[in-house]
């Protein structure tokens, strides 16, 4: 877990979509690291096409509190018309709004949310989830991937397998590591 934050640090963004945000209620900083060490929180960004994050979640109650970074949610445009009581709570609570044109399916384009996070002083995103959101960046958007297992199994409340193994990626320059309990590899496209 140290390392997960530590590599946290080392990034301007962490990105997750709303599923993993509404079932982890995660808190996108880095806590677990010496605290003898100057570190610089990421940016906490939420993929939300729909605006669907709660009010009362941890990355709002982090910010107001003084204890992580103003909250970014990417939302499609047609959510700020059609959701303006929503926008309205979230908007109170210090959220900042990044809106992105969604494709036809409701999905945001990764390259278009990309474009958007760059614009705003995002060079280097650390992507946590969901399964979703890290098939589409495995597809084409990525120059490093690490992976952290634990020895827990999770169960169906877990983030299901990557459908559909041709989209797989190939790895080049493989490292493992194990790091207490927790397993890491560590590749290149």
């Known amino acids: 877990m140290a390392m997960t934050h ?3 640090t080392l990034h301007d963004g962490i990105l997750v979509g709303i599923g993993t945000a509404l079932v ?3 808190q996108l900083n880095a806590r677990y690291v010496s605290a003898d060490t100057a570190i610089q929180q990421p940016q906490p960004i939420v993929l939300d096409p729909f605006m669907k994050l709660a009010s009362n979640c941890k990355l ?3 910010h107001q509190h003084g204890k992580g ?6 939302v499609a445009e047609k959510a700020l018309v059609d959701e303006t009581d929503k926008k309205a709570v979230l908007d ?3 959220v900042k709004f990044i809106s992105v044109k969604a494709l036809k399916n409701g999905r945001l384009p990764l390259d278009e949310v990309f474009k958007a996070l760059k614009a705003n002083g995002i060079h280097t995103l650390m992507i946590e989830g969901g399964s979703r959101v890290i098939q589409s960046c495995l597809k084409d958007v990525w120059d490093q991937l690490i992976i ?3 020895p827990i199994f999770i169960g169906s409340d877990g983030v299901p397998a990557i459908q559909d193994s041709n989209d797989l990626p ?3 320059k493989i490292k493992y590591q194990t790091m207490g309990r927790d397993s890491v590899l560590a590749a290149t496209k």
Do not use: E, F, V
């Open 92 to 94: 109170k609570a210090g």
């Open 69 to 74: 970074k103003q909250p970014w949610l990417i």
């Open 24 to 26: 982890d209620n995660p």
């Open 60 to 62: 709002i109650d982090n």
């Open 6 to 8: 530590r590599l946290r």
């Open 148 to 150: 952290t297992t634990a």
């Open 170 to 172: 190939k790895l080049n």
